[in-house]
């Protein structure tokens, strides 16, 4: 009985130290440790390399650091019969929703505009429409893009979310499915995207969807913000629209490549907004403490939560 | 009995046709209109001229537009004796909030930071603290202030609050006085400026409090975000802050000088970030709706509601 920790590009030992003194007598290894294959009941992974999972033929679970498991869906060795817990954490949501929320509130306050103004010594008193008068789209309404919600709802913005089924949230109008989708963009002014990367939401972010939003309430054009995945967005559409004034502005903290390569040309797009993929990071302490209390309910009989739905793909 | 509108700068026409509206019978006039001063009830004003006030000598009360009035409180020959009713609006104070959230959420995600980056190319994976680390200390706790702390807390902010008088707001930490300034400011990553401008707080943004506001939590240094009055901040002290490191970044909304002057040298600071006196605006609906019936109750012999303490200031 043992938790291997497979992590690459975090400092796995902190991590391993941390669960240690956790788990108490639950045995921790790393990858260098020597352990028998058969003896893992539980892996850790972030960004498993291709042998992650080589002679692990006794496994209970396969728990992810991340948030979001596209990845490692795709890896080609995933024992297809293992459950996969992924990381739902306070921390995180908050961290991701403190991006969100920075974003919208700098596009709505026409932000690009004031800057372009600043640069040109120019005095122009234009006001921004009131929050009430602004309606920002949610693509994604799991844990993160509820959490979203909860923190722009007393800011005052309309709030209109999408998903892939049906979400009842307080204060946010509700689309679901490819046949609301788009209604749901002709309504939003600002589109946030915290959708898991699937095959169906895979490009969603392009100049077909851009050019459906709605136009005329913020000055430059309707805005998106991306937090999910660069897998969501189309890097060419995204500079064609910011270009042509299809988008007024992006935020993106993510990218098709990353690093974003130096060569790319949104560095240089006056309008977009980079971010190193840092909207939110997963905390040692509340991940330790996450997984270390599901590693040892399960061990005393009780059901994995926040499991993967393999088919839907998060 | 009629209300005079004396309002420079805005629509007084449009103003006028909203009062002719919401207050039937009763008579309403402009500067241009002939009547007579003495059957003036009411002025409502915006940056009066210096004969504003001349002739009226029946007035029962003055209303501003404007929420703060240091400028009518100094126009020399405002009647001393007659109430001056503020402008108190939930619109105006959303709005402002707006602002101030915009504000302190991209300086909390260290825009300026990763603006840099950008225009370097460089990725670089800076993790802002969280929001629960990080304190927002508001000077002035009156409408506005409360509404700013309303609308930050649900964000997950650390508050403080420093005000003339002892205030009580959930959530918020409260200090009073100036001998709690150096307290509150120790422990002030950002700081929201929101005080009325009276002689006690003129010129309060100035380098010795800039010095004080604690340094370490936010990457480049604390930030100040001013959204009351540019008599409150010295521009140069601002300018050598920002240079010096004393501040990480500002963001001004009101100046000194109005609109800024060209030649300034706040324009080129990429560190300050400037609007045009655009943070809040007054809503001609709301600010009909709010003064007809302040007006028409006092008609009916209740008290005015939010008169100015002339004493205070504000």
Partial sequence: MALLLHLSDVDEAAWAAKFRAALGDYKVVR??????AAEIDYIFVWKPKPDAFDGLVNLKAVLSLGAGVDALLRHPNLPKAVPIVRFVDADLSQRMSDYVVAQVTMHHRLFTRFQADQKARRWNQLYPPAATETTIGIMGMGVLGQDAARRLAPLGFALRSWSRSPKQVDGVDGFAGEGAFDTFLAGTDILVCLLPLTPETQGILNYETFSKLRRGRLDGGPVIVNAARGGHQNERDIMRALTDGTLGAASLDVFEVEPLPQASPLWEIENCYITPH???????????????????????????INVVDIERGY
């Fill in 31 to 36: 990858r260098g440790d020597a352990f028998n």
């Fill in 278 to 304: 840092v909207a939110a990071i997963s905390d040692p302490d509340s991940g330790v403490r996450y997984f270390s209390k599901i590693l040892l309910d399960h061990e005393a009989g009780k059901p994995l």
